[in-house]
């Protein structure tokens, strides 16, 4: 199974980009849609999460300036990043839990210029 990331590129700091991942419509009994992304030399991280409840959780290096959200009907999750920081720079994979499994994106690539 795989989840189809989109909206990566390249973006001055201060400038927002907006990711969005869509899995199968296939896959049922979602309990966590999120994003992580791994910087070059660098071991992936969380960055944030979304239940089906909607319950959110971020990570400090981007609370107040990532923001996640998802459409449960659609098996979609979207990030939408402002004040895009050089550091944010990395390959963002999108990440989907269920009761019995866990899936992954491709990655989607964003760099952050100074």
């Known amino acids: 199974v795989q989840l189809q990331a989109s909206g990566g590129g390249l973006v001055q700091a201060g400038g927002s980009l907006r990711l969005s991942c869509a899995a199968p419509?296939?896959?049922?009994?979602?309990?966590?849609m999120g994003w992580y992304r791994q910087a070059p030399g660098k071991q992936r991280e969380l960055v944030a999460t979304?239940?089906?409840?909607?319950?959110?959780y971020y990570a400090d290096s981007v609370k107040g300036r990532f923001s996640i959200s998802n459409v449960n009907t659609m098996n979609t999750v979207y990030l939408q990043m402002n004040s895009l920081k050089p550091e944010d720079t990395a390959v963002y994979y999108c990440?989907?839990?269920?009761?019995?499994?866990?899936?992954w994106g491709q990655g989607t690539q964003v760099t952050v210029s100074s």
């Open positions: 990440n989907v839990e269920t009761i019995r499994s866990n899936y």
């Open positions: 419509r296939n896959i049922f009994n979602i309990n966590t």
């Open positions: 979304i239940t089906s409840g909607g319950s959110t």
